[in-house]
């Protein structure tokens, strides 16, 4: 093991110092750190060596599972799965597809919190590799710069493009947005349906989990306040 490497075998949990094994720990919803793991050599491999691969690879799980790929809606699902991972639903592990980020000067002297909400995303939970589908709602206070508002659906998605947990999903929006802004007052609100929770296990349809992060003068009660209120009228 490589210095300060996390072994989640070993992970104590909760007070009672109870040891989990890693279908446990990930069932309780455990994340390591901000950024996402990836490993050094996650770029060596080309998009289409890594299509071919997991082409092979999910083909083998469908006939484990004992699917006929001979049936004409079968045959081409592992090629499906294999270009969908790649270049649709976790596109956003590549650091190439980064939104790029064009700032203007605040000419109008705003000085107000702007806020874009309800902006859709569809993630995929890294313990189960099923949907995460919720909404983001954002808000910053300019330090002299504003962004364009389709960016700020391009950032969520370019982070919800990924194996995530929600924890990890808001901490990225929100650091990403106070570095490209150079300001800390940003606000990030999740609310979204696990479907590792919704359609697998105790099978509760009726969940919902929010997360949210508070920079800066979002931190201030009234400033809280008035994001909150007019994220939820």
Do not use: W
Not at 31 to 45: G, Q, V
Not at 78 to 105: C, H, S, T, W
Request: proline share 3%; aromatic share 8%.
């Amino acid at each position: 093991m490589k210095p300060n490497e996390i072994s989640l075998n070993s992970l104590l949990i909760d007070n009672d110092h109870f040891l989990l094994n890693d279908e446990e720990i990930g069932d309780n919803h455990v994340a390591t750190s901000i950024e996402t793991p990836m490993r050094e050599d996650a770029f060596d491999l080309s998009d289409s060596e890594k299509i071919a691969i997991i082409e092979s690879h999910f083909r083998e799980i469908m006939l484990t599972l004992g699917l006929d790929l001979t049936d004409d809606s079968l045959r081409g699902t592992p090629k499906r799965v294999a270009k969908m991972y790649i270049q649709e639903i976790f596109n956003g592990l590549n650091p190439a597809n980064e939104p790029k980020i064009a700032l203007f000067d605040n000419k109008y002297g705003y000085n107000e919190m702007l806020i874009e909400k309800n902006i859709s995303f569809y993630s995929n939970c890294e313990h189960h590799f099923v949907p995460i589908v919720g909404k983001t709602h954002i808000a910053y206070i300019s330090s002299g710069q504003v962004i364009g508002l389709s960016k700020l659906n391009r950032i969520v998605q370019y982070f919800a493009k990924r194996p995530q947990v929600q924890e990890r999903l808001t901490m990225q929006i929100a650091k990403f947005l106070q570095k490209v802004l150079k300001t800390d007052h940003v606000a990030v609100f999740i609310d979204a349906k696990h479907l590792c929770v919704s359609s697998r296990g105790v099978k509760d349809d009726a969940t919902s989990t929010i997360t949210s992060y508070y920079g800066g003068k979002f931190q201030e009660e009234n400033t809280k306040r008035e994001f909150l209120q007019s994220i939820q009228g």
